[in-house]
């Protein structure tokens, strides 16, 4: 069972890479995003708030802009697959759940702003910094609420194991990123938009 989990886990970061990380912008993005969530887990054990707002407003942003905005969504040449079929078999958030994931994540400071005891569920802040202690608080009820949605939705769309993997590829994406992208800021600056990705075309 292990070897067949260690293998689901394989293919879904093999699929996600090949599928959506093309772009040599948007593989930097991940490494940036990548360090920041690992900074953002060591936070967890000092203040889970600023753990949040790191998570969100750095490692998140850098993240889905990577890419909403630089990878290709025509044609992909490399697996000679549509984007509309890539966005309907991935497992994980597509491009329209994260809208809705990204609409609630911008809506909790607004709604913090709007109601800053949250209808009596919480004590007003005090001060700016106290405002967005409750954001970072907010936002990692948001992160821990996606996260466990969607792998109970995988549950009953793919079965236990295929959600649990899924799980466990978000939780530790930031350390495959680094050892995966890490070279990606080089191949940038030499002027490779974009990965030919050799490795996907012969493998």
Known sequence: MFKDFLGQLATQRWDDH????QSRVNQTLHLV???????????????????????????????????FFFEPLGFDEVNQATNEHKEAIKV????????????????????LWLSPSLLGLVE????????????GWAWLVL?????????VHLFFLKGVMPGLVWMTKILTD??????????????LLRGERVDPMVHVRHG
């Open 18 to 21: 090949r599928y959506y990380h």
């Open 33 to 67: 995003s990548a360090i920041s969530f690992v900074v953002a887990y060591g936070l967890l054990f000092i203040d889970p708030a600023v753990a949040a707002l790191v998570g969100w407003g750095v490692s998140m942003v850098t993240r889905q802009s990577g890419h």
């Open 92 to 111: 994980g958030y597509n491009l329209r759940r994260k809208v809705v994931l990204l609409s609630l994540w911008a809506a909790a400071p607004l709604l």
């Open 124 to 135: 007003p802040a005090q001060s700016a910094s106290g405002f967005w202690h409750q954001v």
């Open 143 to 151: 992160g821990v609420a996606g996260l466990l949605f969607r792998t």
């Open 174 to 187: 930031p350390f495959h990123d680094i050892a995966l992208y890490h070279r990606a800021p080089l191949h």
